[in-house]
């Protein structure tokens, strides 16, 4: 599946060459892998030479560990912002996954390619993105379901939010390569049907 223009990574002073930089790389580091990807492969896809990557990034890791964490914060954004206290666990819940639907829409790789460099670049990431942790907020999010009676207490709530975040990586993972047809929305109904009999009391 192609990318779109993922403007969550590109700010609105950069260059046309960083941005066909960002958007080359990121398309190969989600369809090829990190490792797999090299340099030469990026300025190719870009259009540009090698010494036009090193103008903006001293590495190919350097230039990963920029894209991971701007994908980890936008993520990490609509997770924050779409888990509420005021709101009950049901409306938090359809919040987070039509929140989670819109942005999985528009940069179908962005979820899988964070998901899938975590181990990677995880223990090198700034304090800013440590600190936004997706998984604190969803056990927080599942802790409101479990005081709610919404969820069953029987199983840990750390084993839930693997079962949920397992969940939805593995739908963007086979979304972005094509085993999902017809847009995210034509599944969004699904999707928070298979999150509540996953989660329910």
């Avoid at 490792?35 to 030469?40: A, G, H, P």
């Avoid at 700034?126 to 919404?150: A, D």
Wanted: proline share 4%.
């Amino acid at each position: 599946m192609g990318e779109k223009e993922n403007n969550f990574f590109i700010e609105p002073d950069d260059p046309p060459s960083k941005r066909a930089i960002l958007n080359a790389a990121f398309k190969l580091f989600v369809r090829d892998g990190f490792d797999s990807t090299n340099i030469r492969e990026i300025g190719k896809e870009a259009g540009y030479s090698n010494p036009a990557l090193f103008k903006f990034f001293d590495s190919k890791d350097a230039l990963g560990l920029y894209l991971f964490e701007r994908c980890y914060l936008n993520y990490a954004d609509i997770f924050g912002s779409a888990i509420q206290p005021q709101r009950s666990f049901e409306k938090n819940l359809d919040e987070t996954l039509d929140r989670f639907c819109e942005v999985l829409n528009k940069n179908p790789g962005s979820f899988l390619f964070f998901q899938d460099h975590l181990r990677h670049f995880w223990p090198r990431v700034s304090p800013q993105v440590r600190k936004k942790s997706i998984l604190v907020q969803i056990q927080r999010l599942i802790e409101q379901g479990v005081t709610e009676k919404c969820i069953s207490d029987v199983a840990s709530t750390k084993m839930l939010v693997a079962a949920f975040v397992g969940f939805v990586t593995q739908f963007a993972r086979m979304y972005y390569f094509g085993e999902f047809k017809g847009g995210v929305d034509a599944w969004k109904s699904q999707i928070k049907a298979v999150s509540r009999k996953m989660l329910a009391a």
